[in-house]
């Protein structure tokens, strides 16, 4: 079992960056992928980046490709999402997931969500 807890998320201007963090409850962390998702009002929920259990690769939606960056540290039990050159359009809910399936934003573990809002 492992539990999510997202931070970092908060109101930031139109170019600006935020650093998001979720940290794991568990000893199997490290077993799994972990990923990140948002959800702006009215949409669906969409996949934004993912790492593999040993952070060797990395995945990313194309829409924050080159802006964002996704990093994990098994030690602390914690992964992160750098955002950087933000978007009003980037304003969403960011929730973190354990075990993610990219194809169906399904994943085994989910946090409870931290908002992000980009203001122009």
């Known amino acids: 079992q492992v539990q999510l807890v997202e931070s970092g998320g908060g109101l930031v201007q139109a170019g600006g960056s935020l650093r998001l963090s979720c940290a794991a409850s568990?000893?199997?962390?490290?077993?799994?992928?972990m990923g990140w998702f948002r959800q702006a009002p009215g949409k669906e929920r969409e996949f934004v980046a993912a790492?593999?259990?040993?952070?060797?690769?990395?995945y990313y939606a194309d829409s924050v490709k080159g802006r964002f960056t996704i990093s994990r540290d098994n030690a602390k039990n914690t992964v992160y999402l750098q955002m950087n050159s933000l978007k009003p359009e980037d304003t969403a809910v960011y929730y973190c997931?354990?075990?993610?399936?990219?194809?169906?934003?399904?994943?085994?573990?989910w946090g409870q969500g931290t908002q992000v809002t980009v203001s122009s």
């Open positions: 997931a354990g075990d993610p399936t990219v194809a169906t934003s399904h994943a085994r573990y």
């Open positions: 568990g000893r199997t962390f490290s077993r799994y992928a």
């Open positions: 790492i593999s259990w040993s952070g060797g690769s990395t």
